[in-house]
């Protein structure tokens, strides 16, 4: 027997309106509403699995508090359910084998009962009861089917809420976790130089102004860029960064201001670019000195009239957006030498904050040390009592050329080998002046790096595009070491 037309309406009806509840309190009132009133009952509540059980969640013309209790409604119906996993339904209880003589239909006078499992894959999440005192119930086997089939509906409805609202937990976990790594708490320094980076940092939280971080590769830059927005008005807004360097040139424009479809072989649907992605946040842009020429114009107009043209279109799009710039090179020069657009630069270093190398604030080691010790050690599971006095001084004396980055680096390769409570300089693997330029246990990746390169150079002459090719990086890469690195 198929179900009746205007079940089957209602089904349609009511799939679309419970799947846009998103309260999971809201969506089971609004599910207990739908079957008492398609079936006009009298009573009904709901019972969701817990690890207590089965617990009452809604309920109408029933007090929740008093669910459980025999006197009040059809426990037998219940336990019947529950144990086969069935729905049962009785148009007249007086006829009904399996429920005559339990005690509530005869206190209550109960004349009709349906109750449904709730059943997802296959296991029992909850059970649907509505009863009735009157024969004006619509029982009947075709209101059966409506009732399987909504009681179906009901149990994804129930599980999408409840992953909805988990996704919303751990988001809001995942949103302090991010305010707590990104707080300057979490930004070690005490040393005169950090201080002032401190205050100025704390200066444009509040306002809009583009800030450009300079400082050396490993320093922190995108540390405290993330710091800046995260503490700062727009800290529930995107934060959006973007390594320029790591983008081909001929993807950079599309990337940032996206697209429209056909604007190229491939663009086969319109795509947003990375700035409006950022609308009402930050876009962070690190090594922003890697920015083609031809772009750096488009860019000074971005930021001087807060407007973007997607590639292929006529029609600019206004964006609201912060911009925190960063880089390692030295723009003065880079403008000097004709590679950086002078305007761009003016317009980009409205507050410029530099960020010290490790080497000029020595005095910050100790409480770095530290910090990653706690850090890894708590990671591994591991327990330290700290630093032997010369396994410290070793960490004091070395110039870190890769600054936070490598310093942390060391730290957590010391506390993965250390076997003592304390750890010692035997622990601490770091690359030592006055040996042959070679790769060595303790270097950093960007130390290999370049030796690699310089080699590789030397080898072909100074061929910078041979170079490339060889090492199957982009030539604007080895243009971009060279420049850092100070290869010539």
Known sequence: MSIPEQYLQALLEISGEINSIQDPDELLNRILDIALQQLSAERGFILLKSDEGLLPRAAKNIDPEKISDISEISSTAIETVIEKKQALLTFDTAENEELDGAPSIMLNKISSIACVPLLLKGRLIGVIYIDSQSHTA?????????????????????????????????NNILKEEFHRIYAFKEIVGKSKSMSQVFSMVGKVLNNISTVLLTGETGTGKELFARAIHYNGLRHDRPFVAVNCAAIPEKLIESELYGYKKGAFTGAVTDKKGLIESADGGTIFLDEIAEIPPALQVKLLRFLQEKEIQPVGSNQPVNVDVRVIAATNLDLELEVQEGRFREDLYYRLQVIPIHIPPLRERRSDIPLLAQHFLNKYSEATGKHFLGFTETAMDQLVEYPWPGNIRQFENVIERAVVMATQSFITEEDIILRRKGKAQGIEAGMTMDEMQRILLEKTLQALDGNKTHAANTLGVSLSWVHYKCREWGIR
């Open 138 to 170: 619509k029982l009947n086997h075709q209101s059966l089917k409506f009732m399987n089939a909504f009681a179906n509906q009901a149990a994804i409805a129930l599980e999408n809420s409840r992953l909805l609202e988990n996704l919303r937990q751990e």
